[in-house]
C-alpha cells in the first residue's frame, strides 16, 4: 500500500515563504517519479513541480518556477516544495503525487496522491 502524506500548508502573507513535505512510505520511491499539483476553488488541479528520483532531474511551471523549488531526501523518502515569494494567487490546496512510470503534468496519469495541504496567502 502506497502512502503519501502531505504537510507544511497554512496561512500567511503575500511574500511569506513555506515549505511543503509529502512523505511517502509502503515502497521503495528511489525509481517513482514525483509531483506537486495544486488545486483552487473552482479551479481544475493545476501542474506545479515535478521530481525524479534516480536522475535528480526537477522541472517546475512557468508560473512558479523562479519561486518555487522542488528537492528530495531519499534516506527519508521525502519530497519538498519550497516556495518563496507567495502570492494571493497561489492560495490552492497543494497535493503530491507519484507514480512508477510516468513523470509529466498530466494529472490523470499519476497512480498515487496525498490528501493534500491547504496553503492560503492573503494579500
Known amino acids: 500500500q502506497v502512502q503519501l502524506v502531505e504537510s507544511g500548508g497554512g496561512l500567511v502573507q503575500a511574500g511569506d515563504s513555506l515549505r511543503l513535505s509529502c512523505a511517502a512510505s509502503?515502497?521503495?520511491?528511489?525509481?517513482?517519479?514525483m509531483a506537486w499539483f495544486r488545486q483552487a476553488p473552482g479551479e481544475e488541479r493545476e501542474f506545479v513541480a515535478r521530481f525524479n528520483w534516480r536522475s535528480a532531474d526537477t522541472y517546475a511551471a512557468d508560473s512558479v518556477k523562479c519561486r518555487f523549488t522542488i528537492s528530495g531526501d531519499s534516506a527519508k523518502n521525502t519530497v519538498y516544495l519550497q516556495m518563496n515569494s507567495l502570492k494571493p494567487e497561489d492560495t490552492a490546496v497543494y497535493y503530491c503525487?507519484?507514480?512508477?512510470?510516468?513523470?509529466?503534468?498530466?494529472?490523470?496519469?499519476?497512480?498515487?496522491w496525498g490528501q493534500g495541504t491547504q496553503v492560503t496567502v492573503s494579500s
Open positions: 509502503g515502497r521503495t520511491f528511489n525509481n517513482y517519479k
Open positions: 503525487a507519484a507514480d512508477r512510470f510516468y513523470g509529466g503534468d498530466d494529472p490523470e496519469r499519476y497512480d498515487y
